[in-house]
């Protein structure tokens, strides 16, 4: 029997989030020791994906890319090469819009549209996904669980979208890094190309695991359908089930 449910939020950027309380997405944790899920936004891309299955394979590890369906359009032969080289891929919506602005059938479009992409380049149907910015209300969360997706955010956040430094990414990453945390770095993004061995290195040495977001998180669909979300403020925390 299941008795605690993990709850992820995004301390660190929590000022894109302008919603009153906080709605917070479950999954089950998996009985994983010392695990720690790496996770790449906004891809596939056709400069800076195979660079990153390079860095990946290198370093013997699996990662989870959150992919964003327009671009899986354009460019598919990424995608099928993310999923040969045995990484998980998950949905990140077709048009990456901020999921909030649309209406209950507009964010169900946008999951299921990306779902259709994947599942006609890879065979796979994809299970999770990640809201864009992580912005989410009550009728995201609700309308995406109507159809069978779970939202994961992250609990660390390398806050590499945009950013030339790796050294800043490295040290947002390992800053406080914890157990069964899930790390968001991006898939277009030179500086975190750079940044990507020495923080592999150093959380091989903190003794850690790579884990797959599928390896990590199992989804329970009894509980889901029961007790789908709690309101909370932010802080990720753990719920003891009753
Ligand atoms: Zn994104």
Do not use: C
Request: glycine content about 6%.
């Amino acid at each position: 029997m299941i008795t605690k449910l993990f709850l992820f939020l995004f301390p660190l950027e929590e000022k894109l989030i302008d919603v009153p309380q906080e709605i917070v997405p479950v999954a089950v944790p998996a009985p994983v020791k010392k695990a720690i899920a790496l996770t790449f936004d906004d891809g596939p891309h056709p400069e800076f994906t195979l660079r990153l299955l390079e860095v990946l394979d290198r370093n013997s590890v699996k990662a989870t890319f959150f992919v964003v369906g327009k671009q899986v359009r354009k460019y598919p032969e990424f995608l099928r090469e993310i999923q040969k080289r045995g990484h998980d891929i998950e949905n990140h919506t077709f048009n990456h819009p901020l999921l909030p602005s649309l209406d209950r059938e507009g964010v169900i479009r946008e999951l299921e549209r990306n779902k259709v992409e994947i599942k006609k380049q890879t065979g796979f149907e994809p299970v999770f996904f990640r809201p864009p910015s992580g912005r989410y209300d009550v009728k995201v969360i609700e309308a995406a669980l109507s159809r069978g997706f779970i939202a994961v955010l992250w609990s660390v956040s390398g806050s590499d979208y945009g950013a030339t430094d790796p050294e800043n990414i490295k040290q947002n990453v390992l800053f406080q890094l914890k157990d069964g945390d899930i790390i968001l770095l991006h898939s277009g993004v030179e500086a975190t190309l750079k940044a990507l061995p020495g923080i592999i290195t150093e959380i091989k040495m903190r003794g850690f695991e790579f884990v797959k977001i599928s390896d990590l998180l199992k989804v329970d669909n009894e509980l889901a359908k029961k007790e789908t979300y709690i309101y909370k403020n932010f802080k990720p925390f753990i719920l003891e089930k009753k």
